[in-house]
Nanobody, 123 residues
């Protein structure tokens, strides 16, 4: 069982930056692909970025590529999402998720989810 706790959300003006963190419990963090998703009101949950268990492969959604950076520190059991040049359309609840020893192709393939952290970007 893995518990995920996101933090770092908040209110920021357009063009600003935020850094989200997701801390995982347990001793097997280094075996999990970690993903970030977001869900805006009235919209489906959408993929933002993912990083494989060793950090060797990284994936971004088209909407986040070039502005967001995903990274992980396996010694701290933490995955990060650095978000720069934020836009009002980035406003959403951001979730981290974990999938063990595979690269998921969709949210249904993740095993564990955090409770989410709110990001609000004002114009």
């Amino acid at each position: 069982q893995v518990q995920l706790v996101e933090s770092g959300g908040g209110l920021v003006q357009a063009g600003g930056s935020l850094r989200l963190s997701c801390a995982a419990s347990g001793h097997t963090f280094s075996t999990y692909t970690m993903g970030w998703f977001r869900q805006a009101p009235g919209k489906e949950r959408e993929f933002v970025a993912a990083i494989t268990w060793g950090g060797g492969s990284i994936y971004y959604a088209a909407s986040s590529k070039g502005r967001f950076t995903i990274s992980r520190d396996n010694a701290k059991n933490t995955v990060y999402l650095q978000m720069n040049s934020l836009k009002p359309e980035d406003t959403a609840v951001y979730y981290c998720a974990a999938a063990q020893f595979r690269v998921p192709t969709g949210p249904n393939e993740y095993d564990y989810w955090g409770q989410g952290t709110q990001v609000t970007v004002s114009s």
